[in-house]
């Protein structure tokens, strides 16, 4: 697949008939097409498309025909297995009688053909509109555009995902959502956990999932297309239909500070149906409630300035009732990273989070879930904010600090949440959907 604005293509055709067929596609805004089918019946035809507006067709075939002159399209067609020549004189429309052609070449399926057109999904979105007004002509090569079909699979996906973008959706009634990290292993305690969100998601009602960082270990992905995104994310969660809210962890940064390769997991939104990462750190509103995705690996080395200029106004733009901050690394945790300011035991190790939460999380935030400790936890309240963790989404730490906590447990799960009015009520569930443990406030 080259880029966008200089793709070529070339597909052969090799049919049980002995058709062959190439089509070359030089771009969007200069398309050209040519196939060519040699098949049994001995006809054999070329179509040209220069694209845009002044679109013109050929198809010419081996038996004679003399029965019309298009000066619009230029287009002629004689088919010796339907025995007629047809005429189209449509003209940028080119809706002429072409298209009726159901002839014998126009059922060839190619096995090429299909498989080639697969990867070429940016490619050729920007021709849909050159080819919609050929759409007639074509009628009869149905098999001939098989391919075609799945290179515009990748627009579903991306529109798909706008869904989520609406907001509003849980508007007027109950928001329900889970909330898992530290996940992305493909291992069978991350399967095991998905399906019991999907058990959970199908009993008690899910609107999306928050997805707490560590999307993908070890060190993230190498590209948009890296096989890791279905092993680590796409299959475990399969039974799951809802948009997953993503942010990333430091092992999607290479474990320190790569960016490109968070920057593949947000491009990856345009390839997913389910996956939603519009940027590094982002708001989203979902019915009354704002969710502030945080970007905590950049702010703990010291690259939160964007997000320190950013939060004052995403703060100030929120006006529903309910706003939760969701990040990877915790601003306390009794698991084995331990507090922001002293993670992993070091005196001022992350206290840039901590700082960062301390003048935007504090008391702004109903609620700051997390991961990085591989824990499920909820801390009793710390100044004028709830923090939960749900970081056991595919394996487990100890639990070894003492911060006062209404829960604490060291089992692979996750979150799930419903916000009904002015109640949080938060729910933990195992990784066989048993429940261990339930609690709520009012705001």
Excluded at 167 to 180: E, L
Aim: charged share 15%.
């Amino acid at each position: 697949s080259q880029p966008h604005s200089g793709d070529s293509g070339i597909i052969v055709d090799t049919g049980s008939t002995g058709d062959s067929g190439i089509i070359v596609d030089t771009g969007s805004t200069g398309d050209s097409g040519i196939i060519v089918d040699t098949g049994s019946t001995g006809d054999s035809g070329i179509i040209v498309d220069t694209g845009g507006t002044g679109d013109s067709g050929i198809i010419v075939d081996t038996g004679a025909c003399t029965c019309c002159t298009d000066t619009a399209d230029t287009a002629c067609v004689r088919d010796t297995a339907d025995t007629g020549c047809r005429c189209d004189t449509g003209d940028t429309g080119d809706t002429g009688s072409v298209g009726t052609d159901t002839g014998s070449v126009g059922t060839e399926t190619g096995k090429v053909d299909t498989a080639s057109h697969t990867g070429d999904t940016a490619t050729h979105t920007g021709d849909t509109a050159t080819h919609t007004g050929d759409t007639a002509t074509h009628t009869g090569d149905t098999a001939t555009h098989t391919g075609d079909t799945a290179t515009h699979t990748g627009d579903t996906a991306t529109h798909t995902g706008d869904t989520a973008d609406t907001g509003g959706t849980g508007a007027g009634g109950p928001i329900r959502f889970v909330a898992v990290g530290d996940a992305g292993m493909g291992n069978a305690t991350q399967f095991s956990v998905g399906a019991a969100m999907a058990t959970i998601c199908a009993q008690e009602g899910c609107d999306f999932a928050l997805y707490l960082g560590d999307n993908i270990y070890p060190s993230g992905v190498t590209s948009v297309t890296d096989a890791q995104f279905q092993s680590k994310f796409e299959n475990p969660y399969a039974p799951l239909s809802v948009p997953f809210f993503v942010v990333a962890g430091n092992h999607d940064y290479g474990g320190w500070w790569d960016p490109q390769r968070v920057e593949y997991q947000v491009d990856y939104t345009a390839y997913s149906t389910k996956w939603y990462m519009p940027d590094t750190f982002y708001t989203q509103v979902w019915g009354d409630l704002t969710l502030f995705a945080l970007d905590t690996q950049a702010i703990y080395l010291g690259y939160g300035q964007d997000q320190d200029l950013w939060m004052p106004g995403a703060l100030a733009a929120a006006n529903t009732t309910w706003k939760i901050a969701f990040g990877h690394h915790p601003y306390l945790s009794n698991g084995n990273h331990g507090n922001a300011g002293e993670y992993d035991g070091s005196p001022g190790e992350g206290e840039t989070v901590r700082d960062f939460i301390d003048a935007y999380v504090c008391g702004e935030m109903d609620v700051y879930l997390c991961g990085h400790d591989h824990i499920l936890e909820w801390l009793e309240p710390t100044c004028g904010t709830e923090f939960l963790l749900s970081g056991a989404g595919a394996s487990t730490y100890s639990i070894v600090g003492t911060n006062p906590a209404y829960f604490d447990d060291a089992t692979p799960g996750f979150l799930w949440v419903e916000l009904d009015g002015n109640v949080f009520t938060g729910v933990f569930y195992d990784q066989n959907a048993t429940e261990l443990y339930r609690g709520s406030f009012t705001k």
